[in-house]
């Protein structure tokens, strides 16, 4: 078992921060709950909520629906896509109306026997209108799990989701696995963030292995990004008392064992405005007392099958940066005795650096 506290730690976040709101949340309707996973799959919730919000008003019970004419029901799905799913919301209703008299087994192994209900959608059920101890894995989970433990394997591998699986069930509060849950793709989704996550705010900090060895960026792995051909790279050389931070690349990926400043690598392309640099620099580290020397032009490096862009960003710190443990603290002039990659160097040509 795991012996970090994440349960007590995401349920106070939970009942005391957290700030997210959709209309399904505290749910413990197993109807209502499942219509809202059927309806979010492979639709943002944006778009899934005012549909959510239809089907509730039209068809209120499960029998409601079971008994609606197909065309009906299709209808109202409309604009929605994926029409399979709509086609196995109403043979599961129905089938739970003949099988179960229009309510949901309080069984995890029963709801995965239902037409269209796959592990998330029966721990949902399970969990949040039950209370089983059973783990609700998504992307969000994913990556937080990924971050707090400093694991590399590759998410949307056979091999990541198993362990990434097991992980969460491990961490799991067996008391509260719904708000446990509902807390921790919540933090996901608001907090630990793909790209720019608000680290200084999350609950989490005191325990993540990612925040300390400076890998926020790095992870998770995903073995499709790696693949990419396109991918954008924007380096922070953190600067204090005539000493830069860089560390080795130790993963399976380009430039192994070469050297770098901090990497945020992104799928947007990010002009590193003032604005923004503050913004990520307090987010990032709570960080307020720097000066920004310097943001670079655009470089770009042609790999055999990727082509990598990227930027630099120079800044003063005030104060040295505890979080970064697995960094080394190097005087400048040691720079150059250190490899790095031709974008790195292109870089800090372009910055005025070297």
């Not at 998410?155 to 509902?182: M, R, Y």
């Not at 630990?192 to 060895?213: D, N, Q, Y």
């Not at 050389?237 to 901090?262: A, C, F, M, S």
């Amino acid at each position: 078992m795991r012996q970090q506290p994440l349960a007590p730690l995401l349920l106070h976040w939970h009942r005391h921060h957290n700030q997210r709101s959709m209309p399904w949340k505290g749910e413990k309707d197993p109807y209502k709950i499942w219509l809202s996973e059927i309806i979010l799959q492979q639709t943002r919730v944006e778009q899934g909520w005012v549909y959510y919000e239809r089907f509730v008003l039209q068809y209120p019970t499960l029998p409601d629906l079971a008994h609606a004419p197909d065309e009906a029901v299709f209808k109202l799905w409309e604009g929605l896509g994926y029409y399979s799913r709509c086609k196995n919301l109403l043979q599961t209703a129905r089938a739970v109306l003949r099988q179960y008299g229009g309510q949901f087994p309080a069984d995890y192994t029963a709801l995965l026997g239902l037409k269209g209900i796959g592990p998330y959608t029966a721990a949902a059920i399970a969990s949040f209108a039950f209370q089983l101890p059973y783990a609700v894995v998504d992307g969000n989970v994913f990556r937080v799990l990924s971050r707090v433990f400093g694991i590399d394997t590759p998410i949307d591998s056979t091999d990541g989701k198993k362990q990434f699986t097991q992980l969460a069930q491990e961490v799991l509060s067996q008391k509260h696995p719904d708000l446990f849950n509902q807390a921790i793709m919540d933090l996901g989704a608001t907090v630990c963030k793909p790209t720019l996550p608000h680290c200084s705010s999350c609950p989490l900090l005191s325990v993540c292995t990612a925040h300390r060895e400076g890998t926020i960026h790095q992870l998770p792995v995903k073995e499709k990004i790696l693949k990419k051909k396109k991918r954008q790279f924007y380096y922070f050389l953190l600067e204090q008392q005539g000493k830069v931070w860089i560390h080795k690349r130790t993963r399976k990926d380009i430039w192994e064992n070469l050297y770098e400043p901090y990497l945020v690598e992104s799928d947007e392309d990010i002009a590193w405005t003032k604005n923004e640099v503050q913004q990520w620099l307090l987010e990032q580290w709570g960080i307020k007392k720097y000066t920004l020397m310097k943001v670079s032009g655009k470089e770009t490096q042609q790999l055999t099958h990727q082509q990598i862009s990227g930027k630099l960003i120079h800044i003063r710190l005030q104060k040295p940066l505890l979080a970064l443990q697995q960094y080394e603290a190097i005087a400048w002039e040691q720079l150059q005795e250190k490899p790095f990659s031709k974008l790195v160097h292109q870089l800090m040509k372009n910055a005025g650096l070297w």
